[in-house]
């Protein structure tokens, strides 16, 4: 099966080429489609020469408009039969890749989600890290389910799953309530642990307090008020 890895972008001149570099080198048939949000820092010079390579696309965006935005954008011109979520920092390896797909292509799961928790407590924050669980507490609670990571950037489904849910974020909410959306059609999600080495502020992290507020509005939103 032919996998679309989907790289929503902003300012990350740092680390792009070392995370497209990591991602060729996964064997597997795949295509790569980069969402640059109207990066400043010099990182769409690099996507330009990027744009050589045959089995990338790049998507130039005329504003900042969110993560949730770039990967809506992205999802409009994939063709793979396999979507994956992939953020441009270097927090997460591409080399997890073949067990995150497997399932699928092995028919033994529609959803899988890589987990940062399965492995023990993550080197986060301390803000994160109990955000993340408080989040996590909520969608179990609320939607009966046992996740572990719902905010995870590497989701992974057929790309006819992904293209029958209309998500109406488009800020880091997008992930959340992409999840609720799985949840409520009845996809069982199956989490699989992934290597996952965090970045702070300093290395370019864009994740804020109000992101998590937006996703807890969003978990109670989709469970009381809509569907």
Known sequence: ????????????R?????????????????????????????????LKKQEQFPDTR???????????????????????????????????D????????????????????????????????FLQYWGNKLINFFVNTLYGTKLTDVETCYQVFPLSVIREIEVHNNDFAFTVELTIKLIKRGFKILEIPITYIP??????????????IVSLYTIFKYRFFAH
């Not at 970045?199 to 998590?212: A, M, P, Q, S």
């Open 14 to 46: 740092r680390t792009i080429e070392i995370l497209l570099e990591k991602v060729r080198r996964v064997p597997i048939e795949k295509e790569i489609i980069i969402v640059d949000g109207n990066s400043i820092d010099g990182t769409r010079e690099i």
């Open 1 to 12: 099966m032919k996998l679309s890895v989907i790289i929503p972008v902003y300012n990350e």
């Open 199 to 212: 970045r702070g502020r300093l290395e370019g992290k864009k994740i804020y307090w109000k992101d998590g």
């Open 58 to 92: 790049v998507i130039y965006e005329p504003a900042r408009r969110g993560r949730g935005k770039a990967i809506k954008e992205g999802l409009k011109i994939a063709n793979g039969d396999i979507v994956i979520f992939q953020d441009a920092d270097l927090e997460l």
């Open 94 to 125: 591409p080399t997890d890749y073949p067990k995150l797909i497997a399932p699928i292509e092995n028919g033994n799961a529609q959803v899988v989600f890589g987990s940062r928790f399965l492995r023990g407590k993550p080197k986060m924050r």
